[in-house]
């Protein structure tokens, strides 16, 4: 049983557009909900995060969405960058694991 | 260094082969995690540390596998008789505080290929 399904498995997006990236979760119980970003041959790095009593949050280029009814949470990347294509990876976290999905592998067109 | 530092970066072993791959943690983190990563795949959990307690070990596959972390500092991750489908990147990640509900660092991760 896949906890956190993330979507679309692969994603183009033109320099200057809007990346957007999907995942939902089955366990009510998840209390904290990151990103994580992965260039190849590198570890993932933690992008930004958000936890369910928050409805969005904004770094920089980078949104969280988080909509709990749904059981459902967005990562979305402002004026892309080829610097930005890598794997993105969204996660749930409960106690002392992270559950991540599949991941998504962003290309940004320069 | 500053980072989560992973020994050695690429690891080939014959089939039926021990190995053991060692992680040295972020100086003073409390929490140790290890995530094997498959290729084309999300890490997924395999054991946590916190100091030198084991606490949670309940991803890894087999009895084959067996982690460490005796002094509360560096770990090691050991598989016995290795066999074709432990072939992945395997993970470690630190974290100042206990559990991974807060930002946890990982190291750039030991490639395992049995043949």
Not at chain 1, 90 to 98: M, R, T
Not at chain 2, 32 to 40: K, N, R, S
Request: proline share 6%; with cysteine; aromatic share 12%.
């Amino acid at each position: 049983q896949q906890q956190v399904k993330q979507s679309p498995q692969s994603l183009i997006v033109q320099k200057g557009g809007i990346s957007i990236i999907n995942c939902a979760y089955e366990n009510t119980a998840f209390d904290y909900f990151p990103w994580y970003q992965q260039f190849p041959g590198k570890g993932p790095a933690l992008l930004i995060a958000i936890r369910p009593d928050v409805s969005e949050k904004k770094e920089g280029r980078f949104t969280i969405s988080f909509n709990k009814s749904a059981k459902q949470f967005s990562l979305h990347i402002m004026d892309s960058q080829p610097g930005d294509s890598a794997t993105y990876f969204c996660a749930a976290s409960l106690n002392d694991k992270i559950i991540f999905g599949k991941g998504t592998r962003l290309h940004i067109l320069p | 260094g500053a980072g989560v530092s992973q020994s050695p970066r690429y690891k080939v072993a014959k089939r039926g082969q021990d190995v053991a791959l060692r992680c040295d943690p972020i100086s003073g983190h409390v929490s140790l995690f290890w995530y094997q990563q498959a290729l084309g795949q999300g890490p997924e959990f395999l054991t946590y540390f916190q100091n030198e307690a084991q606490l949670d070990k309940s991803g890894l596959p087999s009895d084959r596998f067996f982690a460490e972390r005796p002094e509360g500092s560096v770990s090691t991750l050991k598989i016995q008789r290795t066999q074709q489908e432990d072939s992945a990147v395997y993970l470690c990640a630190s974290s100042p505080r206990t559990g991974m509900n807060t930002e946890a660092f990982f190291g750039q991760g030991t490639r395992l290929t049995v043949v």
